[in-house]
């Protein structure tokens, strides 16, 4: 970069310019495969609400790319350098500005850790709601601008349903605040919706407020295991036909139970060829536990007998089960999404398809949404043809989730991994719908230039 | 209108348009006060998708204003005709189009009334959760134009949690399909998000998937009688501090109490001068109620023992309350929002104001949510002296609402009547995104201009 427009970037946000090739390379990704590797020109660790106005009006004065970014935990490269571009961090803005208890609502700013709010309000018998299995690590900020999910988003409702009301930054520096601090609000569009899961395209969020949930009065949690993968997809349909909504329901096939196996020492693999945990939660979590357990053993698995210390740490392994290895491009985590009958079906096609591609397939899936994470991969010493084989596998079991009328993304975002393959589930009419939008709201395209959509 | 316009208007939906003075009238107006009277010049009651396109070819080859109406159950005026305007009926739309019990969702056209679809699911041990108290007359295209709430909405969420896809005819006529089939979804921005509550002024719903919850196991009802309003809204607090979610909680002050009694013979005044009606549903709702019970009798509330058919009748008489009287320019129900622990100061202060003003008040509120809908009115007999009392009542009451860190419209929709207070709440900042966003997608400005946004 220019010196002159460096050193006009230190003097309007003094004291949180970096440019330290250090610096430069460890905030020049996420967590998610790099495709076109690009180093930022400098990192902005903003502290305040006019750190990020004065850094997006120098943006807007020079047509400077800003990729937003919170802890850099996420998969699709939403968080990735691009040519040119300053990456925002904001990662220092982690204040609690406010809990309320009687209001049921926190203000945050955007850097807080999801784990470190749980703790906070849990005191006062509260909690928030969405836990992406990366919630000791990543960011209200980033959760909303990507409206995660996670684990008891079955019963709960993603990020989206728990955000009230957010400021934000526009790409001139303008700051607004949109959405309603009480439960419901309807005046105008609602922006709050469309902001979250905007993966900093259309403004850099710089406070949230949102809603919380109480605590729940008592917990149990089963572990089901099932013969095979397909089975356990049944035993989620199951858990549905018996009309009880579980608060957590993840399933895992055997590949993962071994992976947890050789990392943890266990012997998950040997009990069953896939486990379906399930948590319920609040007055009726005993009552609603026992009709499961009956659905599931009829089904032919083998459950604990009652709430067990070992299936509570089941669920606590799984919260982690996604950092065993990180993705490369020789190893791809997906985010599919399908309506829930066709988990069954789904889950059938993934396994033929692995096996037609002779590709290494493992899958986890928050099942009670409909979501699963299959991750290919390929040994790297396969070099070229191993990753053809690995993007032949990719590409089918995106299609094939499209024609059972599902997403290519249910949680993780389109970032910039992703797409290839927005435009196979959006028309055209709707992806220029959504330029028009990101036009309106950044006219100049400085915002996450190239991310989330098309 | 020119008589060429209207043959063609025929010749493009055959048998599909009305120009009787009769029709003309019923279609001119929803439940909302009418600030400025106009009869649309035809309505249109289309039965297919296609009718609704070919439709708004006609209305921009022509730059005719277009209203969609579902039920007309509407009261923020968001149906009334305008100047010039087609009246665009959806309620002959009304199939429900598939019910899928695996997936938990139903598909259907706009015109099905809530009520209907929650027939229909309930076979299926399902329900529709949004269910605005106009459930029996209002439509599910209403509804998410809408963004209705209801009863149930304080455990289950508002209409928007639970549309998961929408088929929407753009103002040129073009068909797109936004959001997705499964639970979850993150691809692009968050269209259906977007239309959901744009009251007909970004497009025209005509096709919606919902997603269905499960009907409770059980449900417990609870009436407590309070001494007074403030007291019942500290009762709403209590049973937060408890940290139990009811699926129904709603506060009904005294006058509230004397209209019923006097339209159905009850003695409910007699025993408190506002009442608490609590619903708790699922496997915990006996537990649940239980806890609700003890913390509303420690406050002094008289609460019936137990589950009792009354306090279900009560229910039943709250989800018809707001019939009892029609609001027009003497008598207008509001709809503020404020954060719930706001309440207790809110209904003080919405008290003091009715006796500064020398207006008539009484309030229903859906608590759970911090949602009021407080009816201020003065006698017809007053004329504009009264009128001018009613209307310095009103603004002070969404001002009052505003400095509580409230909302204008908590589900009711600014339509019409609510414009003057829309810039109380939103900066020109917003107004002017939201002005840009109808733009974009209704550039000649045809759909149900002058509501909605500012
Ligand atoms: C082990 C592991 C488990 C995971 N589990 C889940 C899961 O269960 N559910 C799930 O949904 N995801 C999961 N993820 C993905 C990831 O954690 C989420 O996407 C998370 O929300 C990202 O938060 P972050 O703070 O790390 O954001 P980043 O990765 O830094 O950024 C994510 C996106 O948001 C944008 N952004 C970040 N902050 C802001 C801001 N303040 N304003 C505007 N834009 C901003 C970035 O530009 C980028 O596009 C997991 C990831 C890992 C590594
Ligand atoms: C007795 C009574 C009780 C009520 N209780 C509640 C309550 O508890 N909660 C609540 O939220 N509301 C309530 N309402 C208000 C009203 O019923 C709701 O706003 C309802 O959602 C309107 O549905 P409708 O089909 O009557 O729509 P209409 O009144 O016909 O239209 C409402 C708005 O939506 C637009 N619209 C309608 N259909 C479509 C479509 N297919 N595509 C695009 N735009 C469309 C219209 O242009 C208008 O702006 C109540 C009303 C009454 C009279």
Redesign the interface.
């Given at each position: 970069m220019d010196g002159m427009l460096l050193a006009e970037l230190q003097s309007v946000v003094p004291g949180r310019v970096s440019t330290a090739t250090e610096t430069l390379d460890r905030y020049s990704r996420d967590q998610g495969p790099l495709l076109s590797p690009a180093l930022p020109v400098a990192v902005v660790r903003a502290r305040t609400v006019e750190d990020v106005q004065e850094l997006l009006r120098w943006a807007t004065r020079h047509g400077v790319p800003i990729v937003s970014r919170g802890a850099g935990s996420g998969v699709s490269g939403g968080a990735h350098a691009t040519d040119g571009c300053v990456v925002l961090s904001l990662e220092d803005m982690n204040r609690i500005v406010a809990i309320?208890?009687?209001?049921?609502?926190a203000v945050v700013e955007p850097g807080v850790i999801n784990g470190e709010l749980n703790d906070a309000v849990a005191e006062h018998?509260?909690m928030y709601a969405p836990d992406p299995a990366s919630y000791r690590w990543s960011t209200i900020g980033g959760n909303v601008a990507?409206?995660a999910?996670g684990l008891r988003?079955a019963k709960y409702?993603?990020t989206?349903?728990s955000v009230l009301a957010l400021d934000v930054v526009?790409a001139d520096g303008?700051l607004?605040?949109?959405g309603?601090?009480?439960?419901?609000?309807?005046?105008?569009?609602?922006?709050a919706?469309?902001m979250?899961?905007?993966e900093g395209t259309?403004g850099v969020i710089v406070g949230i407020t949102v809603r919380l949930?109480?605590?729940p009065?008592a917990v149990h949690t089963l572990a089901a295991f099932f013969e095979d993968f397909p089975k356990a997809a049944e035993g989620v349909?199951a858990i549905?036909?018996a009309?009880?909504?579980p608060a957590i329901l993840e399933l895992l096939d055997g590949r993962t139970l071994e992976a947890l196996d050789g990392a943890h020492g266990s012997e998950l693999r040997r009990r069953g060829g896939a486990l379906l945990l399930v948590q319920t939660d609040?007055?009726?979590?005993a009552?609603?536990a026992d009709?499961i357990r009956a659905a599931l053993t009829e089904l032919g698995a083998v459950v604990n007998q009652e709430d067990s210390a070992e299936a509570e740490q089941l669920v606590d392994l799984r919260r982690h089960s996604r950092g065993d290895s990180v993705d490369d491009l020789y190893r791809v985590g997906e985010d599919v999404?399908?309506?829930?009958?066709?988990l069954v079906p789904y889950v059938a096609a993934l396994e033929a398809m692995a096996q037609k591609h002779r590709v290494q397939l493992k899958v986890v899936a928050?099942a009670?949404?409909?979501?699963l994470h299959p991750t290919f991969w390929v040994d790297r010493s396969e070099g070229a043809q191993g990753l053809e084989r690995l993007e032949e596998a990719l590409d089918e079991s995106v299609r094939s989730a499209l024609e059972f009328?599902?997403?290519?993304?249910?949680?993780?975002?389109?970032g910039q991994y992703?797409q290839r393959w927005?435009a196979w589930?959006?028309?055209t009419?709707?992806?220029d719908?959504?330029s028009?939008?990101k036009r309106?709201?950044d006219p100049l395209g400085i915002l996450n230039p190239g991310k989330?959509?098309?």
């Open positions: 309320t208890p009687d209001d049921e609502t018998g509260l990507t409206n999910g988003c409702g993603v989206r349903e526009l303008t607004v605040s949109v309603h601090r009480p439960f419901k609000g309807v005046a105008g569009y609602d922006l919706a469309l979250t899961g905007s259309l949930r109480y605590l009065h349909l549905g036909r009309r009880v909504q609040g007055y009726g979590a009552a609603e009709v999404a399908v309506p829930k009958s066709r928050h009670g949404d409909g979501n009328g599902g997403t290519i993304t249910g949680e993780h975002g389109v992703k927005l589930e959006q028309s009419e709707v992806l719908l959504q028009g939008i309106l709201f989330a959509i098309g």
